[in-house]
């Protein structure tokens, strides 16, 4: 296997792979020298990947010598097609659970090691906990990653651990208290958690089901009590119309359609 890889290997292309994610995880951008040393090698190796780069658009010049990342491959993940698909097949869905709740919500994927949120639908109120499009989360620690690994078979469980080991996230494997909970949450059908980012806030998740019964996605209500009680329902109100939407988005994606045409 080692001897096929590097057979194929694209010395440039890894230079530029190797760069673009460095600079994924930097504010403000590093020199050129910077970029050198932080992958071990020349800063002559770069410059001409950097200044390709640049020209495509994909980095961009800040402070007179640094490189930093640009939107452009935000803009071309929003393209692709599976979560700019879903994103728009549950849109309407997403809305209508933010006016019956009065609270945001958000639509998560299982991607390269993360949850990432795809999609997002604002609080129709003032006040709402709202998250960038495009955030990784945590796997083992908010509502999403818990609905996520619950509703997903033992093998694809473990793989999926094991991918988000690989980002360099900290080892670890499921300890046995939470592989007891993923039972209650698949026989809820929903995990209801305080936030563990956000005092106050908890965090209401159910998953939108693929036609094998596994979760495709994932839709969390970042719970906030209001003082005025008459403008949000509560949180027994809030998780059924969150289990009616999630129903409904996989119908809409396929699940449940052999049974309705038997």
Known sequence: MAQTEDRYRAPALDKGLDILELLAGIEGGLTQAEIAKRLGRSPNEFYRMLDRLARRGYVARVDGDRYALTLKLFGLAQMHAP?????????????????????????????????VVVAQQEAPGYWGISIRVGSHIGLFDTGSGHVLLA??????????????????????????????????????????????????????SAPVLAPDGEAMAAVTIPYLPLVDRAEAPGVEEAV??????????????????EDEGA
């Open 83 to 115: 979560p700019r698909r879903l994103a728009s097949l549950v849109t309407p869905l997403m809305r209508d659970l933010a006016a019956r709740t009065r609270q945001a919500n958000q639509l998560v994927v299982f991607d390269r090691g993360h949850p």
């Open 151 to 204: 509703f997903a078979s033992p093998e694809r469980r473990q793989a999926m651990v094991a991918e988000n080991r690989d980002t360099g996230a900290p080892a670890r494997d499921i300890p046995p208290a939470l592989e007891a909970r993923f039972e209650k949450i698949r026989a809820e059908g929903f995990e209801a958690m305080p936030s563990a980012q956000t005092a106050g806030v908890t965090n209401l």
């Open 240 to 257: 059924a119309a969150l289990l009616e939407t999630t129903t409904a988005m996989s119908g809409v994606t396929g699940h449940g359609t």
